[in-house]
């Protein structure tokens, strides 16, 4: 909802940041983790024609699987890793990554993954944090249509 009447067009992953995609700067961070196997979306949006599109061409890109779960209702984070969880724990992965569309950031994996590696159990989690320092925000109203965007000079960014 907080994207409307923006999101009525686009698939908010597919909300343009930095010139691509949203979720593309997700799949770019998680493609850079060595063996990653299984890039894993769920979201409430309906499978688009758009939508298919860009997986299939992240997919190639990447050169990485990437399965869209469409949850019967919005389920939010903990319900559709709840829903999901026979997908996800299919294959015994040793590790996965939980990270929501609408944030962006560094996304440091390896080094969250070598901070649990180093100092965690082995059925610890890492959880990074955002933080938005020295915000720079412009509203543009036009035609009814709204757009935000916040910046953080120390390349943090959290769309919404």
Not at 33 to 48: A, C, D
Not at 70 to 84: P, R, S, V, W
Not at 112 to 137: C, D, W, Y
Request: hydrophobic letters at 40%; one cysteine or more; a negative charge.
């Amino acid at each position: 909802t907080r994207f409307r009447p923006l999101s009525f067009e686009v698939p908010k992953p597919l909300f343009p940041v930095a010139g691509v995609p949203m979720i593309q700067h997700h799949i770019e961070a998680c493609a850079k983790v060595p063996n990653m196997k299984e890039i894993l979306l769920i979201g409430f949006y309906q499978p688009s024609d758009e939508l298919n599109r860009f997986l299939t061409s992240a997919q190639q890109e990447f050169k990485v699987c990437i399965r869209y779960l469409q949850e019967y209702i919005a389920l939010g984070t903990g319900g559709g890793l709840y829903h999901f969880r026979d997908q996800i724990l299919f294959g015994n992965p040793e590790k996965f990554f939980v990270m929501n569309t609408d944030v962006c950031c560094e996304f440091p994996l390896m080094e969250m993954m070598e901070f649990q590696q180093a100092r965690g159990h082995i059925n610890s989690f890492v959880m990074l944090g955002t933080t938005v320092r020295k915000l720079l925000q412009s509203f543009v109203e036009s035609l009814g249509n709204f757009y935000s965007g916040l910046e953080d000079r120390e390349g943090w960014y959290r769309a919404g």
